[in-house]
């Protein structure tokens, strides 16, 4: 009974396949191949929906918030790593609208504040107290309200910018000394002489600038040293101190944040061009090494 139940199975199966005209066949396949791809995309957009990347693409998160979020957690992950590797975190920020993504650390529980060392990517040469200034930014959208010791918080010396004209260079001088005479522990320094941050938050203007590198300018050719000057800026104020691209590019991890539609073609633009060789009339695709992008749906439409 069982050899006859088997016999008569494989027999249907050949009558059947051999019942199926060719055009038949192409056409049942081709609705399986629908269904199978109507089911890939459907599990994509809801992958993207809670946060996701495409092999390790950027990240997409639907509102701002959930963007500072992930900064958060992102800055905690790497703060925790190298605290246990060497006992403190070096992390260096930009200003303009990554300040206010930083606020997604307030409140945040078991956070080592105390081994953190927080430097900026860039600064204008004006006072603390200033509108311009990004360290007096992040004071109010965060550092302000967690306790790292004041010490940690490496900010340019105001004494020698009274006034923003004719200040980069003694601006520059002082925090590429400073940073230089930092312990390895706090700072650790690779083999090619360059300083390893833990994290770089960046950001990015809508003509591509990072830190105060602007498109086609001078200073991305110079690799030394760590804080170069720069008195030209054609945002205002003119003069300003920049960490050098060789100091960008050794940094461990560095993460780019593209929030609102504004952000949409220019973020697209760049990681366009970063898959290539990167181009000097786009700073921020330039940059190389360990990239993450962290993104609501606006920033990222035009991709």
């Known amino acids: 009974l069982e050899r006859r139940t088997v016999r008569r199975t494989n027999m249907w199966s050949c009558a059947s396949s051999a019942t199926l005209s060719p055009s038949v066949l192409q056409r049942t396949n081709l609705r399986a191949t629908r269904r199978s791809d109507s089911r890939v995309r459907g599990s994509t957009r809801a992958r993207t929906k809670m946060g996701s990347s495409n092999a390790d693409g950027p990240k997409i998160f639907p509102e701002s918030s959930q963007v500072a979020d992930a900064l958060a957690d992102l800055t905690m992950k790497a703060a925790d790593e190298a605290i246990k590797e060497r006992g403190s975190f070096a992390v260096a920020v930009a200003g303009g609208s990554l300040i206010n993504l930083l606020g997604g650390l307030k409140g945040k529980q078991d956070v080592d504040w105390s081994n953190w060392h927080v430097f900026w990517v860039d600064e204008r040469c004006v006072p603390h107290s200033d509108p311009d200034s990004n360290f007096g930014g992040a004071v109010k959208a965060l550092l302000g309200e967690v306790p790292i010791p004041s010490t940690q918080l490496y900010a340019i010396d105001e004494s020698l910018c009274p006034q923003n004209a004719g200040a980069a260079k003694a601006c520059a001088e002082e925090y590429d000394a400073r940073l230089k005479s930092l312990s390895r522990e706090i700072l650790p320094v690779s083999g090619a002489g360059l300083p390893v941050f833990d994290?770089?938050?960046?950001?990015?203007?809508?003509d591509g600038h990072i830190c105060s590198l602007f498109p086609d300018h001078a200073l991305l050719s110079v690799t030394e040293p760590w804080i170069l000057p720069i008195a030209d800026s054609p945002k205002p104020p003119p003069e300003r101190i920049t960490f050098s691209l060789p100091v960008v590019n050794a940094a461990k991890s560095k993460c780019f944040t593209a929030v609102g539609e504004g952000k949409a073609e220019?973020?697209?633009?760049?990681?366009?061009?970063?898959?290539?060789s990167g181009d000097s009339f786009v700073p921020a695709s330039l940059v190389t090494g360990d990239i993450v992008w962290l993104m609501d749906e606006a920033g990222a439409s035009k991709l």
């Open 266 to 276: 220019m973020a697209a633009t760049i990681i366009k061009k970063s898959s290539s």
């Open 199 to 206: 994290l770089l938050l960046l950001g990015f203007g809508p």
